[in-house]
């Protein structure tokens, strides 16, 4: 059976998900996304995605088209609709389409285009979570407004890239001899002293929602974290390495450009971590 998405309203076959060749999404990249893991058929730590969300339209000045009440309505019933049980919910919401191409924002009458669809994606049972991964670095080339979740991501685009073409699983991106985040992550480091170190927000990088949560659920167990920013030279002197996001939740890094962390190996705080995520995941999903 054809998978469902939603666009503007409608829940329509994936062959029939069609938007405007004038929107400004295609046209500017002029909108916002959101990825919301599901497990088990529920949406997981949802509210953090969706606050996120209200947070980027605003810094944009794009209104939403739909409360966030009712864009998770629309996001429960498209996981209904495709009897997703794990896997992730896209969403993206754009400026919309105007009659033409001109940088300046479209009149009010012009409504912003929303669009909804799912993929099945097992993170609990990923291989990779018990091997870790292998990244590389590359360097930063992003605009300065990376707190933003815009869909203008040729930046990243070309850092997976290269990480794909590499073999490896993730790109570390590199600014002022710094690590601000992976293409599509957070990045952390535990010092041999089992200090867990990760950037602290700003401009520079995303406030992931996973990373808030793991940092959140480490400090309630008393393990030290330090919000600041690390270098490459940090992280291969490491004691562990990981990533995290609503796509992975928490993924092991055992090697950068080839060189080993802590062993090769996934850490025992990586692990630990993972299952508090997991165990948090499940208990608050929606």
């Given at each position: 059976?054809?998978?469902?998405?939603?666009?503007?309203?409608?829940?329509?076959?994936?062959?029939?998900?069609?938007v405007?060749?004038?929107?400004?999404?295609?046209?500017?990249?002029?909108?916002?996304?959101?990825?919301?893991?599901?497990?088990?058929?529920?949406?997981?730590?949802?509210?953090?995605?969706?606050?996120?969300?209200?947070?980027?339209?605003?810094?944009?000045?794009?209104?939403?088209?739909?409360?966030?009440?009712?864009?998770?309505?629309?996001?429960k019933?498209?996981?209904?609709?495709?009897?997703?049980?794990?896997?992730?919910?896209?969403?993206?919401?754009?400026?919309?389409?105007?009659?033409?191409?001109d940088?300046?924002?479209?009149?009010?009458?012009?409504?912003?285009?929303?669009?909804m669809?799912?993929?099945?994606?097992?993170?609990?049972?990923?291989?990779?979570?018990?091997?870790?991964?292998?990244?590389?670095?590359?360097?930063?080339?992003?605009?300065?407004?990376?707190?933003?979740?815009?869909?203008?991501?040729?930046?990243?685009?070309?850092?997976?890239?290269?990480?794909?073409?590499?073999?490896?699983?993730?790109?570390?991106?590199?600014?002022?001899?710094?690590?601000t985040?992976?293409?599509?992550?957070?990045?952390?480091?535990?010092t041999?002293?089992?200090?867990?170190?990760?950037?602290?927000n700003?401009?520079?990088?995303?406030?992931?929602?996973?990373?808030?949560?793991?940092?959140?659920?480490?400090?309630?167990?008393?393990?030290?974290?330090?919000?600041?920013?690390?270098?490459?030279?940090?992280?291969?002197?490491?004691?562990?390495?990981?990533?995290?996001?609503?796509?992975?939740?928490?993924?092991?890094?055992?090697?950068?450009?080839?060189?080993?962390?802590?062993?090769?190996?996934?850490?025992?705080?990586?692990?630990?971590?993972?299952?508090?995520?997991?165990?948090?995941?499940?208990?608050?999903?929606?």
């Amino acid at each position: 059976m054809e998978k469902i998405a939603y666009v503007n309203g409608s829940f329509v076959p994936h062959s029939e998900a069609k938007v405007s060749v004038f929107d400004r999404g295609f046209l500017f990249a002029d909108g916002i996304y959101e990825v919301a893991a599901v497990l088990e058929g529920k949406l997981i730590d949802n509210a953090s995605h969706l606050a996120r969300l209200k947070r980027s339209v605003g810094e944009i000045q794009l209104a939403l088209p739909e409360t966030l009440e009712r864009i998770e309505e629309i996001q429960k019933e498209l996981v209904a609709r495709n009897d997703l049980v794990n896997g992730m919910v896209y969403l993206e919401v754009t400026r919309g389409a105007d009659k033409g191409r001109d940088f300046a924002f479209p009149k009010a009458d012009v409504k912003p285009t929303l669009v909804m669809f799912t993929s099945e994606k097992d993170i609990i049972n990923a291989p990779s979570a018990k091997t870790g991964i292998n990244v590389i670095t590359v360097p930063d080339i992003r605009w300065e407004r990376r707190d933003i979740k815009s869909v203008a991501l040729l930046a990243q685009v070309l850092a997976k890239q290269a990480a794909a073409a590499a073999g490896a699983g993730e790109a570390w991106m590199i600014e002022d001899g710094k690590v601000t985040e992976g293409g599509s992550s957070s990045s952390f480091i535990v010092t041999q002293d089992d200090v867990i170190v990760t950037r602290q927000n700003g401009n520079e990088i995303l406030p992931g929602c996973t990373r808030k949560a793991v940092v959140k659920l480490a400090e309630e167990r008393q393990l030290r974290i330090e919000e600041r920013a690390f270098t490459i030279e940090e992280a291969l002197a490491a004691k562990e390495a990981f990533i995290t996001s609503a796509s992975v939740f928490v993924q092991g890094v055992v090697a950068i450009d080839g060189k080993k962390v802590g062993g090769g190996k996934v850490g025992p705080i990586t692990d630990r971590l993972r299952e508090i995520y997991v165990e948090f995941a499940k208990a608050t999903a929606v």
